[in-house]
Each structure stands twice: as structure tokens, then as C-alpha cells.
């Protein structure tokens, strides 16, 4: 298993190895406040900037984590995004969370400590179309460009702000599933195949 700095990271999926996930129907009942949660072992910098979850339309009413060339952690708002200056190791098992408390005003996380805080604006109404995303490269609605080049395990989205006593829970002791606001959750436990399942009470089940 690879171990993440206090949880063992044992079921993941490898995105480099030509996988995305790829929902027709982005979550509805998901737009700020919100909180994006995963754990995340990049393995490269690529050409191009990186798609590690996306929700709803690209280019008018989407929102997600990207990482630019360079590993930098960026928020995507619509057709664009803001870099921030934490820069994602490589080959090494980070809890990375990005936490809306409105929709212009977003906290990165990086294994429960406040990285950097990123301000975005035309953020967009709530996502009528579109997809949901986790992977890709070069646009968030295709992977016309290759994969996410990282390892990812246990995918969250929240329709609330997680504060940082709760990303520490989350990062130290994980979830059930089952917790009030968590809207989907992907723990990867699969193993193998080409499906995979969201756990709990999710809008996926």
C-alpha cells in the first residue's frame, strides 16, 4: 500500500493510465458553499493544465480544482481559472481540499493547513448542464488531451465549507458516507474493473 501522512491510501485509481470518470450530469445540489476533497499523488507536470475534479459546464457555470503546468493548485470558475502559488509535490500522497465559503472566495488546503486563498470571480449559477468531471487534461468536459497524471483516492464534494478541524477528521479518520452534506464520495475500493461506485448518501447512487 502507499500511506499518506496518516491514513494508508491501499485502493486508488490511477488516472495516468488512460482512465478518467466521466458523469453525463453534473451535481445540481452543489454550488457555495462548497468544499472539494481528495487525496492526490501527482506523478507529473504535463504541457498542459491538468483537471483533478469538475463540476458542472465548462466555460459558464462550472467550478473544480486544475492543476496548471508547474503543479500549481488552481481554482477553475467557468471558461477560466486563478493560480495560486502552492505548488502539489510530485510522487507524494497530499490531502488537498479547496473550500468556498462564497463563490469569488476559496481556501486551498494542502493535509489540513491553509495553503493559499484564491479570488475568482463570475463564478457562475448553479450547474444546470454540463458534467462531472475527475481527470483529464486541456478542458474540462473531454479528455481530448490525456489524463490527470496522479493517483486519487477518496474523492469528496461537500455543499457546505469544511473548516479546518473538519479536513483534519477527514484527512485523519475518513468518511463513512453517510455524513450531512457530503454529496458524493468515491473511495475507489474496487480494486480493479472499469466501474466504480460512490459511497453513501450520494447524489450517484
Known amino acids: ?26 451535481i445540481t445540489t452543489v454550488n457555495t458553499p462548497m468544499t472539494i476533497s481528495c487525496w ?8 498542459v493544465d491538468q483537471v483533478v475534479v469538475w463540476n458542472g459546464g465548462w466555460g459558464y457555470n462550472g467550478q473544480g480544482i486544475i492543476i ?7 481554482i477553475g470558475v467557468n471558461a477560466g481559472w486563478t493560480g495560486s502559488s502552492y505548488v502539489l509535490p510530485l510522487d507524494t500522497w497530499v490531502f488537498l481540499s479547496a473550500v468556498s465559503s462564497t463563490a469569488n472566495n476559496w481556501l486551498i488546503y ?12 463570475g463564478a457562475g449559477p448553479l450547474p444546470v448542464d454540463g458534467k462531472f468531471i475527475i481527470g483529464g487534461r486541456g478542458g ?12 486519487l483516492d477518496n ?3 461537500w455543499n457546505l465549507a469544511r473548516s479546518p478541524s473538519d479536513l483534519a477528521s477527514d484527512m485523519s479518520s475518513g468518511v463513512t458516507g453517510f455524513e450531512p452534506g457530503l454529496k458524493i464520495y468515491l ?3 474496487e480494486g480493479n474493473g472499469t466501474n466504480t461506485t460512490s459511497v453513501g448518501t450520494s447524489v450517484y447512487q
Open 110 to 121: 494542502a493535509n489540513g493547513v491553509l495553503q493559499a486563498t484564491v479570488v475568482v470571480t
Open 155 to 157: 474523492v469528496m464534494l
Open 40 to 47: 492526490i499523488s501527482l506523478k507529473s507536470n504535463t504541457a
Open 187 to 189: 473511495p475507489f475500493n
Open 1 to 26: 500500500s502507499t500511506t499518506g501522512p496518516t491514513v494508508v491510501c491501499d485502493n486508488f485509481i490511477d488516472l495516468s493510465q488512460s482512465v478518467s470518470i466521466v458523469y453525463d450530469k453534473p
Open 140 to 151: 474540462a468536459n473531454n479528455n481530448a488531451n490525456g489524463n490527470l497524471a496522479a493517483r
Open 68 to 74: 496548471m503546468v508547474g503543479g500549481n493548485v488552481s
